[in-house]
């Protein structure tokens, strides 16, 4: 069936399954506030629009006086950009898709876009087309590949017209949002479009559904291409493909509809910080209980780093990523290609999650029991029921607990002066 232009047309079609199937992915924000590097991607915005004076004391101590924000960009050099690495980090990561930012709310394109004179990464700054590296990159390892783009910018003029007559006018969509979607879509051909910037004005000011039901009906990805909920004010959490609902959503329960958490490891900003310390940065351990809790609620985790303004990806960063594949070497297999199952988690605690596969359960535990014995209420168990934890060879005795559920006897560890690493998955077989 074609798609009509309107929400129940488009909300109707189905999700490409690759994405539910994904569950990990890594977004990647980098632009020209990869250059002062300082407070957070709204660089920018809390300098000029708010004239934050802290910011303000930023440029005045670090660049010559008069300094414009447009003078950023030719610092922004890439110079250590190497695409193929980046991929390989992101596939050990465990990662089956990445966004990386195509044009952030400061208006500068990673890419030639014809509509950008002079405020792109070809014209200025690497003098390379960052999205059709990375892409090439990426799908030589069999990644994913997905485009943030933000429909707003904070200082385009054409913006701030169209804004000033309460959005009456179209000026900036019609000359330079909606081009660059489609160039973005023709180009690159994309497995996902993460849209952004939406907040202002409503979706029909940004032609949202017009733009979708070409890229549903007609453009070179129809079939397996998805998107976000950020397609105008009001949008999220209501229209479009998957939801993010808002920045690190946690439902709490499980939602009706396909959902992703972003996420970001500096848990401050999302692009480059000069000055981060190891304190803001996520831990192993919280990494892997948002992914569990996310997946177990029916939802994709995606994983923000921020680059380097030369295109390095920090050795923190590097690090936890490389944990969170190793994590996934071992329990992917209770992740990946998973469903929710009938019970998420057990009331009793916050450190037990399930998910599953056809009628296998998975019990993911965050803490290992302090008598070695894991306590399971929700699961029923058959005589024939089966119990191996992964990444261990053998099956595990388990009985029936008085009342209801089971219990697990885990396999020794030896007594460690460290931490025992975060989060182990049970495989249960022959439970109800």
């Not at 980098?30 to 934050?52: R, T």
């Not at 030589?140 to 943030?148: D, Q």
């Not at 885990?410 to 077989?429: D, H, M, N, R």
Request: proline share 8%; with cysteine.
């Amino acid at each position: 069936p074609r798609y009509r232009p309107d929400w129940a047309s488009l909300d109707a079609r189905p999700l490409p399954a690759w994405f539910d199937r994904a569950k990990v992915g890594v977004f990647v924000h980098w632009g020209v506030f990869s250059v002062p590097a300082w407070g957070s991607e709204w660089f920018w915005w809390h300098w000029q629009g708010l004239h934050d004076a802290a910011c303000e004391r930023f440029v005045r101590r670090r660049f010559p006086p008069g300094t414009t924000y447009a003078e950023f960009a030719p610092l922004f050099t890439a110079h250590d950009f190497q695409p193929r690495q980046w991929a390989q980090l992101f596939q050990r990561a465990g990662a089956r898709y990445v966004v990386l930012t195509t044009k952030h709310h400061e208006g500068f394109t990673n890419w030639g876009s014809p509509v950008s004179w002079n405020w792109n990464s070809v014209d200025t700054g690497p003098h390379r087309d960052l999205v059709g590296e990375l892409g090439e990159a990426l799908r030589e390892s069999n990644l994913r590949y997905g485009l943030y783009h933000s429909l707003m910018e904070w200082f385009n003029p054409l913006y701030l017209a169209d804004k000033q007559s309460d959005f009456k006018t179209q000026n900036f969509v019609l000359k330079k949002t909606m081009p660059e979607l489609y160039d973005l879509v023709l180009k690159y051909k994309p497995d996902l479009i993460w849209s952004d910037g939406d907040w202002e004005a409503p979706d029909s000011y940004w032609n949202s559904t017009s733009f979708l039901a070409w890229l549903y009906n007609d453009s070179p990805v129809k079939d397996t291409v998805v998107v976000n909920d950020r397609w105008g004010r009001g949008c999220s959490c209501r229209h479009g493909g998957f939801y993010n609902c808002a920045d690190k959503y946690r439902p709490g329960t499980l939602p009706e509809h396909k959902w992703e958490m972003c996420s970001s490891l500096d848990r401050l900003s999302w692009g480059y910080r000069s000055n981060m310390s190891l304190a803001e940065v996520m831990d192993e351990m919280s990494m892997i209980e948002e992914l569990v809790q996310t997946v177990s609620l029916g939802g994709n985790y995606l994983l923000n780093v921020g680059p380097t303004k030369e295109g390095v990806i920090v050795p923190i960063f590097q690090e936890r990523l490389l944990a969170l594949g190793r994590w996934l070497d071992t329990n992917g297999e209770a992740i990946y290609e998973s469903q929710p199952w009938r019970v998420q988690m057990e009331n009793t605690t916050d450190t037990v999650w399930y998910t599953s596969k056809g009628p296998v359960v998975f019990a993911i535990f965050l803490l290992w029991p302090r008598d070695g014995v894991l306590c399971l209420p929700s699961p029923i168990p058959s005589p024939g029921t089966q119990v191996t934890l992964l990444g261990f060879a053998g099956t595990l005795k388990w009985q029936k607990q008085p009342g209801k559920g089971m219990l697990i006897t885990l396999p020794y560890l030896l007594p460690s002066p460290l931490p025992p690493q975060s989060g182990w998955a049970v495989k249960l077989e022959g439970v109800k």
